[in-house]
């Protein structure tokens, strides 16, 4: 991964997650507060369970006030959670989170890790998370983590004594972490790792207590002080221009798929840490007490401070150049450490900012953004000096030993080098996400050991620049990338990858046979190289039918794609599996789908999943055709109806009215629609009289917390927090002969096997009588709850409430969701 210096926040950071892979161009401040960072030796490490749990207050504040190397690790990458910015879910989800991490870790200077473990969804208890995660391999990961960063300090997010109460991921990140802090010094405790990067035992350990807590007066005053460290993390920095709180904010926004934007906050700001573990400091605001963060830590280090700790004193804003000498000899007593961990830290450091203090461009561009395994492409290579300090050009390299340019080159003063060379790549597997390479276990995925705790991908190809400033050579390292110009953007950088020679696609991902009548399945070929054809086949589950058994294709140009319609036949009975599209190129085969994921806010990415639809026969009837959708926080409800025959019209909010939504059979409300979309608070009173007048209404769940308007329902309705996590648990039917359960559908028990993820969320907890509860269920050891499906007779109409998963059901074909999902928008036709 990069090094903490190059990830330091820009100015730039605005616009820095839309050329994600922009070399940095830093001003002369951000040059200076790199070379703070570079005079400070310790480090911290938070601790916590998915994107978007870390304190980016906190994380800033280590990094930008203390200067102390930090980093978050992060239990899992979120893939149990939903996304606000697009449809993707699960693993895709998941890819979008990392990279929503690594850009707050870009903005507010912190490093990113990751263990194996899965969102695998909401868990009440952390006994249920770490029997999912395999707690034995996390554990082993959190060791790992700590053993290679080596952190003086490390902060949990949450408290590890508070098992049952909260999240079971959040209290079993901080049960890992205190279980981890006892293990990493001993090497007979997980050989491997203690043997590939020795052992370690951090300072200290704490947990970062809420604000809410302390920021109550009556609390504070009665709360035991005596192991509270209590922190300031309101600093201004002026050469940056900005607070911590700001920074923070700014970080915290870019978890955008999750919809935390956040405001930036100015003046002082407070931080609790509880002490848990090791050696308490006297002094209650040095988290580094009795811990050497000079360079009088490492054996050597008096003669490196005592070069580069002036330079802080006497730098030079005008002409950061001045340094170079100094930075050099520096950087040549580093290089004689007999210490590894800091030896190699700061020599990262030390090169960077030899490269930025001399103004050194080094760039390595592809002409195409992608290649096959063994593809041939052009590279550009570029490189200026911009000081007046002597640099020459040794040589290019690849990192396995081969030649590039072997030609000396004086890189003069602002005088540009650029030349096009031919490369080949030794590269046999294909890009993508490391961690879904191979198919892992319901908590966690596989990967292989040396990428174990990256959060990406390394890059597909690179170079090293071998570089002489006098006497001294640096061996530069950059990854080829890939760019173009666009009329809007101007320079836009994308990965350089390795790609399948062809992918495959089938549009739909669930194909619903509410019928016995079969269905032409598209599926779409796409060609990875020019010149290109074959045979497609497409597999499918015992009892299916698929015509013709193979098709043949031919495609010239890469890029471009082809689309073979297959006739699929469903069984006469209830039946699901997967059709799965397998190309065959002579003696080899292809069964992957390049899946684009594109956003603003995230670098550009290209993921290889399996190449494949899941097909479901379904008895299923329904009344009713014409279906309005109001959309919440995003789902794939309104695509899923559309699969079983319904005409689904989105309706924008602020265009509801009573003339434009009464020809509906019924109104779908989107999940979190009314915490997140303001003009219901308006416009509610028109849909309630639209099922006065003889509609159905069906709102999905919303969380009980900023709701938009307090007339949620017709009658009195209170959400709460009740929800049930096992997507297995026992369901009771509590009004078999309500119409809603058996028209035009009779649901029975087995309508509610195979659900995933969980049953519901946010479930109602009081309701005015007019409500009839539908259905009861349990989490184990939970009280029953009835508020996960409320249907109320309103005039001519029903109003439904539900806090049922229909959002995760539907697209993931469960064939009993979409039967009562049915009957709900059949109510009153």
């Not at 980093?71 to 693993?91: C, F, H, K």
């Not at 050497?292 to 950061?320: C, H, K």
């Not at 040549?332 to 030896?343: A, E, G, I, N, T």
Request: some cysteine.
């Amino acid at each position: 991964m990069r090094n903490y210096v190059i990830k330091c926040f820009l100015f730039s950071i605005f616009t820095l997650t839309t050329f994600a892979q922009q070399p940095k161009k830093p001003t002369a401040s951000e040059i200076y507060h790199n070379l703070e960072s570079l005079n400070f030796l310790g480090s911290a490490l938070y601790i916590a369970a998915h994107p978007d749990d870390e304190n980016t207050r906190l994380i800033s504040w280590l990094a930008n006030d203390l200067k102390a190397r930090t980093a978050y690790l992060s239990i899992t990458r979120g893939d149990g959670g939903q996304n606000l910015v697009g449809p993707e879910i699960r693993e895709l989800l998941g890819v979008i989170r990392t990279q929503e991490l690594l850009a707050a870790r870009h903005t507010d200077g912190g490093e990113q890790f990751f263990t194996r473990a899965i969102d695998f969804g909401y868990s009440k208890h952390s006994d249920e998370t770490l029997e999912i995660w395999n707690k034995k391999e996390v554990l082993g990961d959190v060791v790992r983590a700590i053993r290679k960063f080596r952190p003086d300090v490390i902060i949990n997010r949450f408290d590890h004594r508070t098992p049952g109460s909260t999240h079971g991921h959040h209290t079993s990140s901080a049960m890992l972490s205190v279980e981890a802090f006892d293990l990493v010094n001993d090497p007979a405790k997980y050989p491997e790792t203690a043997k590939k990067y020795g052992v370690w035992q951090p300072k200290r350990l704490f947990f970062n207590n809420y604000w809410s807590f302390f920021n109550d007066p009556d609390r504070y005053a009665e709360a035991d002080m005596s192991n509270i460290v209590e922190l300031n993390t309101g600093t201004y920095y002026p050469s940056l221009g900005l607070s911590n709180g700001e920074i923070a904010s700014l970080s915290r926004s870019m978890h955008k798929s999750q919809g935390f934007g956040s405001t930036g906050r100015r003046g002082d700001q407070k931080e609790w840490l509880e002490f848990l573990k090791g050696d308490f400091q006297k002094n209650k605001t040095d988290l580094f007490e009795g811990i050497d963060t000079s360079w009088s830590r490492v054996q050597g280090g008096e003669a490196i401070g005592a070069i580069l700790d002036p330079l802080e004193d006497n730098f030079n804003f005008q002409d950061p150049s001045a340094m170079l000498p100094h930075l050099l000899k520096a950087y040549s007593l580093v290089s004689m450490l007999k210490d590894p961990y800091w030896k190699e830290i700061k020599l990262k450091q030390l090169e960077q900012l030899i490269l930025d203090c001399g103004g050194i461009f080094l760039e390595a561009v592809a002409n195409t953004n992608a290649i096959n395994p063994k593809g041939e492409y052009q590279l550009t290579i570029e490189a200026i000096n911009r000081s007046d300090y002597p640099v020459s050009l040794r040589s290019i390299t690849t990192p396995d030993g081969r030649e590039i340019i072997n030609e000396l080159k004086d890189l003069k003063p602002n005088v540009n080098f650029s030349t096009v060379v031919p490369m080949t790549s030794q590269r046999m597997g294909t890009s993508a996400p490391y961690w879904l390479n191979e198919k892992g276990s319901l908590g966690m995925y596989k990967a292989p050991d040396e990428l174990i705790g990256l959060p990406d991908t390394p890059a597909a190809e690179q170079v090293i620049f071998n570089l002489n400033f006098g006497r001294t050579q640096l061996a530069v390292v950059r990854d080829v990338v890939y760019k173009y110009n666009d009329p809007v953007k101007g320079e836009v950088y994308q990965p350089f990858e390795i790609l399948p020679e062809v992918t495959t696609t089938i549009p739909e991902k669930v194909i619903i046979f509410p019928g016995r009548e079969s269905r032409e399945v598209p599926v779409t070929i796409v060609a990875g190289r020019d010149s290109i054809n074959g045979t497609v086949q497409l597999n499918h589950p015992e009892g299916w039918k698929v015509s013709p058994p193979q098709q043949l294709f031919e495609l010239d140009l890469k890029g471009s794609s082809q689309t073979v319609i297959f006739n699929v036949t469903p069984p006469e009975t209830q039946s699901e599996g997967y059709l799965k599209p397998l190309v065959s190129l002579g003696s080899r085969f292809y069964d992957k789908e390049l899946v684009t994921i594109d956003y603003e806010h995230i670098p550009f990415q290209r993921v290889l999943m399996p190449s494949e639809a899941k097909v479901v026969r379904i008895d299923i009837e329904k009344k009713g055709e014409q279906i309005g959708y109001i959309n919440g926080a995003g789902d794939a409800i309104p695509e899923s109806l559309s699969y079983i025959g319904y005409e689904v019209t989105s309706i924008d909010p602020a265009d509801i009215s009573s003339e434009k939504i009464k020809d509906f059979d019924a109104i779908v409300v989107g999940i979190r629609a009314y915490n997140t979309v303001p003009e219901l608070a308006f416009k509610q009173d028109i849909l309630l009289d639209y099922v006065k007048n003889g509609g159905v209404m069906l709102v999905q769940y919303n969380t009980n917390r900023r709701l938009v308007t307090d007339k949620l329902a017709p009658y009195a309705l209170e959400l709460s927090r009740d929800r049930v996590t096992d997507e297995n648990s026992r369901v009771t039917i509590l009004e078999p002969n309500h119409p809603a359960l058996t028209s035009p559908n009779k649901i029975t028990q087995s309508d509610f096997n195979g659900w995933v993820q969980e049953r519901g969320l946010y479930f109602p907890n009081e309701w005015d009588e007019h409500f009839i509860p539908l259905l009861a269920m349990n989490d184990a050891s939970d009280p029953e709850t009835k508020g996960s499906l409320l249907v109320a007779a309103y005039g001519d109409g029903y109003y439904v409430y539900t806090g049922l998963s229909f959002f995760r059901e539907l697209p993931a074909g469960v064939s009993g969701a979409y039967r009562l999902f049915a009957n709900l928008l059949s109510l009153g036709n």
